[in-house]
């Protein structure tokens, strides 16, 4: 089940161009979390004035989501016309210029007001720009993948971001370890923002010498022209908002285990290294398995499991909170979603023609992300303030869960997974 990274492969993706793709996105998507897990942090900085800081962040959070379907269509579109190389470093200067703007802002005891309307507007900018950069990067992923490796080369889009949050759990972790709280709140939270900004000019190198993909090869593919595009579009929008639902609710645990569960900073970002972890190594997984067994049993029946093990598994954690419970459940729920979203996102690329294939994933997944990935923490903490029911995560889950198992049932497949499916010779 070699990922075959080594070997020579069409239109020359060495493992020296994966390195620089999958650095470059790792980097776009910790700029982008590590907000997140400084939320309480930074909502006391920046958001002091505010009454609860933690749903300010949270808010501000959100926002970004907002640019996403713009990003989308703007750099999406411009990948599809100019080459994904191009539209990838766009992106990525503008997620750069983002996140020195947050990490150098000022904090609210010295700008008042003015420091949320920086962050907000920073916030913005980045949304615009990652939600240009998964179109792109994962085109030139399926593009250049051998024909029968495109879910091992595609399931890297969620391995690079399992890495980016491994990498916030573990700086994180170490802040949290080395500061009083009192630091962490007043500065350290900015050494973990612009600890990303020192690798900005690698990521940048790394982006340009990656070969395009746009014109190399055939300029349409027969396995994605058979696939009727309303379909593709709308069981995709519900299997990218099941999976993102997911996604957020399990970054959650972080902010979950310090402001409910009331345990210690350190056992919150080590439950969070252990999902990055899990992203990665079995995001992978996931992308290999479904090469050789089909797209379809690999985004149906890990979301099957998940939905039973769900309830049982935050039942025990909020009934015995420690650090063992936090781990196992963390391990357990990012490994089935792992397994279950990396084929989703290649399935998704694939039911795309080549000349539309950046535009079409962008929107589509910059859609469903932003309208409920952007809101999906802020409600959690919002519901779980009104409620005080601490399985509200769980019942996310377990709906996201529901959807992701009928959009994979209708979620077409491009005729080579069929074809794998049946036995049938698989041209390369």
């Known amino acids: 089940m070699g990922l075959g990274f080594d070997q020579p492969v069409k239109n020359n993706l060495k493992t020296s161009h994966l390195v620089g793709l999958v650095a470059g996105n790792t980097l ?7 907000f997140l897990f400084f939320a309480p942090q930074i909502g006391a900085s920046l958001f002091a004035g505010k009454s609860d800081g933690l749903l300010a962040a949270l808010a501000a959070f959100a926002v970004g989501f907002l640019a996403r379907p713009l990003g989308a269509a703007v750099i999406g579109r411009y990948g599809d016309r100019a080459g994904r190389k191009p539209a990838m470093l766009l992106s990525f200067s503008l997620m750069g210029g983002a996140l020195l703007v947050i990490g150098l802002t000022p904090p609210a005891s010295v700008l008042g007001i003015g420091s949320a309307i920086i962050v907000v507007l920073a916030r913005l900018v980045q949304g615009f720009a990652l939600g240009g950069e998964v179109g792109p990067t994962t085109a030139l992923l ?25 990498s916030a759990g573990i700086v994180g972790l170490v802040i949290s370890w080395m500061l009083p709280a009192s630091a962490v709140t007043d500065w350290g939270w900015r050494i973990a923002i612009l600890l990303g900004a020192v690798l900005l000019p690698i990521g940048f190198y790394l982006r340009r010498i990656i070969p395009e993909t746009l014109h190399q090869g055939p300029t349409s593919e027969p396995e994605s022209e058979d696939l009727p595009f309303a379909r593709v579009v709308i069981a995709g929008l519900v299997l990218i908002l099941s999976g993102t639902i997911t996604n957020y609710t399990l970054q959650y645990f972080n902010t979950y ?35 050789r067994l089909g797209r379809r049993p690999l985004i149906v029946w890990p979301r099957i499991a998940l939905l039973l093990l769900i309830y049982p598994i935050f039942v025990q954690i909020t009934r015995y909170p420690s650090f063992t419970t936090l781990a196992v459940g963390a391990f357990i729920l990012t490994t089935l979603y792992a397994l279950c979203t990396a084929p989703a996102n290649v399935c998704l690329a694939e039911g795309f023609r080549r000349d539309r294939r950046s535009l079409g994933y962008a929107l589509t997944y910059t859609l469903a992300v932003s309208i409920f990935g952007g809101s999906a923490q802020f409600l959690i903490a919002w519901m779980l303030k009104i409620t005080g029911d601490p399985l509200v995560p769980a019942w996310w889950l ?28 698989v041209a390369a």
Request: proline fraction near 3%; charged fraction near 15%; hydrophobic fraction near 50%.
């Open 398 to 425: 377990m709906a996201a869960s529901v959807a992701g198992v009928v959009s994979g049932l209708a979620m077409p497949i491009a005729a080579r997974q069929r074809e794998k499916r049946a036995g049938a010779p």
């Open 257 to 291: 285990t310090v402001s409910i569960l009331k345990l210690d900073t350190v056992t919150a970002f080590t439950t969070t290294a252990i999902t990055g972890s899990c992203l990665f190594v079995f995001g992978l997984l996931g992308g290999c398995l479904s090469d």
């Open 142 to 166: 399926i593009e250049a993948a051998p024909a029968d490796r495109r879910g091992a080369y595609g399931a890297w889009q969620i391995a690079s971001q399992g890495v980016a949050v491994l």
């Open 28 to 34: 776009e998507f910790y700029d982008f979390t590590i």
